[in-house]
Structure formats: structure tokens, C-alpha cells
């Protein structure tokens, strides 16, 4: 009887389905001098629930990653998390 031999980590990781993405919530916006703020949080969203995140906010850093100076389309898939 031989044993069936699983396959190598990384090709079990692609036979996976994707993991659908979102955001937390908020809408942001490049204010001058380049920094990316948080133009409004969306009642009932994630950063909403944390009551921590504010309309206003002025992003610094995400994960520990410093993002002042960045557009607001890099800064995005920071802020992206599983469904």
C-alpha cells in the first residue's frame, strides 16, 4: 500500500481559494503637504467599531510601515483585510 505523498506547502497554498479582501471602513484623501487623512469613517465599519479611528486622522505608519509623504493608492492595500 503506498502512501500518497502531499504536495509541497507552496502548491497547497495556490490550490486555495482567495481570500476575499476589504477595507476597514473609511475613506481617505491626500491633504497638502502629501499626507493621507481619513476624509470619513462608515458607521457600522470595522474602524467605526474600534471607535479609535477618526474623521481627520492623519495617517503616520500602518503595521509599523511609516506611509506619511505616500498617495493615498499605495497607502490602500495596507489597510486591506480578510472578510
Same mark, same amino acid.
Given at each position: !500500500? !503506498? %502512501?500518497?505523498?502531499?504536495? *509541497?506547502? !507552496?502548491?497547497? %497554498?495556490?490550490? %486555495?481559494?482567495?481570500? #476575499?479582501?476589504?477595507?476597514? =471602513?473609511? &475613506?481617505?484623501? %491626500?491633504?497638502? =503637504? =502629501?499626507? &493621507?487623512?481619513?476624509?470619513?469613517?462608515? #458607521?457600522?465599519? *470595522?474602524?467605526? #467599531?474600534?471607535?479609535?479611528?477618526?474623521?481627520?486622522?492623519?495617517?503616520?505608519?500602518?503595521?509599523?510601515?511609516?506611509?506619511?509623504?505616500?498617495? &493615498?493608492?499605495?497607502? #490602500?492595500?495596507?489597510?486591506?483585510?480578510?472578510?
Amino acid at each position: !500500500q !503506498q %502512501q500518497q505523498q502531499q504536495p *509541497p506547502p !507552496q502548491q497547497q %497554498q495556490r490550490s %486555495q481559494p482567495p481570500t #476575499k479582501m476589504c477595507g476597514v =471602513g473609511v &475613506v481617505l484623501v %491626500q491633504v497638502s =503637504g =502629501g499626507a &493621507v487623512c481619513v476624509k470619513s469613517v462608515n #458607521k457600522g465599519g *470595522p474602524a467605526h #467599531k474600534s471607535g479609535v479611528v477618526m474623521r481627520g486622522d492623519v495617517l503616520y505608519a500602518i503595521d509599523g510601515v511609516k506611509v506619511l509623504g505616500w498617495d &493615498v493608492e499605495r497607502v #490602500k492595500p495596507l489597510i486591506l483585510g480578510p472578510v
